[in-house]
T-cell receptor
Framework: DSGVTQTPKHLITATGQRVTLRCSPRSGDLSVYWYQQSLDQGLQFLIQYYNGEERAKGNILERFSAQQFPDLHSELNLSSLELGDSALYFC?????????????FGPGTRLLVL | GESVGLHLPTLSVQEGDNSIINCAYS??????FIWYKQESGKGPQFIIDIRSNMDKRQGQRVTVLLNKTVKHLSLQIAATQPGDSAVYFCAENVYSGNTPLVFGKGTRLSVIA
């Protein structure tokens, strides 16, 4: 158990809908990262938050957004969903630094868009 | 741009043998490297890391070797067990405070009993 929690574990929705994925980092970790993993693909970095502020942005679509709250949990919002958004979405957290520390991953949310 | 890749997409190893998983990176400025293991349906799990001021680091049954001259990273697993079957990712990081990890595509390790 990495200490990172994600909910829900599974999510099935329809095209055009909007969903919110939730992540709670390890106790004391200030950075939260979101990744997308599609079938036969590696981990694609989406976005990073550090202590409530956006720190780095990767290949995140404009239809996607995220935020980190004062209690350090984070939410990833996916809107106007398309079939191609079906994937595993992972959250990871790391310590006080901005990007160097080891990232610990949650169990992921499996999103299926029908 | 920077990229991290793996030489072999799949690797089959006999139980009890040693496994070697390789990874090439292209960014000579990378100074921190991590190996992750991902079992089916689970999130990536940290295995071992190494910083660029080292060329070897050992853990429990695992060893990571770093060759900065040829920008090559390897993960050695001793006495491979069925529970080692998974996809292994290498990741690199350039310390800037703003740069996230860059992951390779992964190598699937299959242990033959």
């Amino acid at each position: 158990d990495s200490g990172v929690t994600q909910t829900p574990k599974h999510l099935i929705t329809a095209t055009g809908q909007r969903v919110t994925l939730r992540c709670s980092p390890r106790s004391g970790d200030l950075s939260v990262y979101w990744y997308q993993q599609s079938l036969d693909q590696g981990l694609q970095f989406l976005i990073q938050y550090y202590n409530g502020e956006e720190r780095a942005k990767g290949n995140i679509l404009e239809r996607f957004s995220a935020q980190q709250f004062p209690d350090l949990h984070s939410e990833l919002n996916l809107s106007s969903l398309e079939l191609g958004d079906s994937a595993l979405y992972f959250c990871a957290s790391s310590g006080k630094g901005g990007g160097r520390e080891t990232q610990y991953f949650g169990p992921g949310t499996r999103l299926l868009v029908l | 741009g920077e990229s991290v890749g793996l030489h072999l997409p799949t690797l089959s190893v006999q139980e009890g043998d040693n496994s070697i998983i390789n990874c090439a990176y292209s960014n000579s400025a990378s100074d921190y490297f991590i190996w992750y293991k991902q079992e089916s349906g689970k999130g990536p799990q940290f295995i071992i890391d190494i910083r660029s001021n080292m060329d070897k680091r050992q853990g429990q049954r695992v060893t990571v070797l770093l060759n900065k001259t040829v920008k090559h990273l390897s993960l050695q697993i001793a006495a491979t067990q069925p529970g080692d079957s998974a996809v292994y990712f290498c990741a690199e990081n350039v310390y800037s405070g703003n740069t996230p990890l860059v992951f390779g595509k992964g190598t699937r390790l299959s242990v033959i009993a």
